[in-house]
T-cell receptor
């Protein structure tokens, strides 16, 4: 059965810290892995990764995919309170199913 | 460009009733997917529609159904509501079916409470 596992489930850090969120997966016919940030309601798109080893970067956020070891990490440097959110990892598989992990709840304290 | 719009924002129903939720995708997006989000289960895929056809269905009972109209707007219906159906229902649209190489864009969801 396809599955997406995120760790840790929750994380509390202080402003300025760097965090690394993990997402591992087992799916049939992997197509892409996506990261979303969910603050209150609608998850908002962060990154889409399809190729191994190519880092995607947007400001203080970056992400990379390892298709051999079947995982991705999302890094956030110099965290701010506005980074507090649930970070969702989703994997698109060959059966056209988009499967989400349970999410990592990040809390950044001032 | 307007985002994905879901109505209503909040809904309170009693067990046994039925409910219809609505989703208007981003203009030009023909794929609409529905998800149920609960604290215990996370985001669970319900179904996806593309060009008025259901392309994929998650592991939910037949009480959950949906449809898509020619203008790509979609509705989701839940009949014979149960307490466990209380959740945030999220709709997402994308350019391509199955979110193929195009990310999902989510609406703010409909918070359904079943009493």
């Amino acid at each position: 059965e396809d599955k997406v596992v995120q760790s840790p489930l929750s994380l509390v850090v202080h402003e300025g810290d760097t965090v690394t969120l993990n997402c591992s997966y087992e799916v049939t016919n992997f197509r892409s892995l996506l990261w979303y940030k969910q603050e209150k309601k609608a998850p908002t798109f962060l990154f889409m990764l399809t190729s191994s080893g190519i880092e995607k970067k947007s400001g203080r956020l970056s992400s990379i995919l390892d298709k051999k070891e079947l995982f991705s990490i999302l890094n956030i440097t110099a965290t701010q309170t506005g980074d507090s959110a649930v970070y969702l990892c989703a994997v698109e598989a060959g059966n056209n199913d988009m499967r989400f992990g349970a999410g990592t709840r990040l809390t950044v304290k001032p | 460009k307007a985002g994905v719009t879901q109505t209503p924002r909040y809904l309170i129903k009693t067990r046994g009733q039925q409910v219809t939720l609505s989703c208007s995708p981003i203009s030009g997006h023909r794929s609409v997917s529905w998800y149920q989000q609960t604290p215990g289960q996370g985001l669970q895929f319900l179904f996806e529609y593309f060009s008025e056809t259901q392309r994929n269905k998650g592991n939910f009972p037949g009480r959950f159904s949906g449809r898509q109209f020619s203008n790509s707007r979609s509705e989701m219906n839940v009949s014979t509501l149960e307490l466990g159906d209380s959740a945030l229902y999220l709709c997402a649209s994308s350019l391509n079916p199955g979110g193929l190489n195009s990310p999902l864009h989510f609406g703010n969801g409909t918070r359904l409470t079943v009493t």
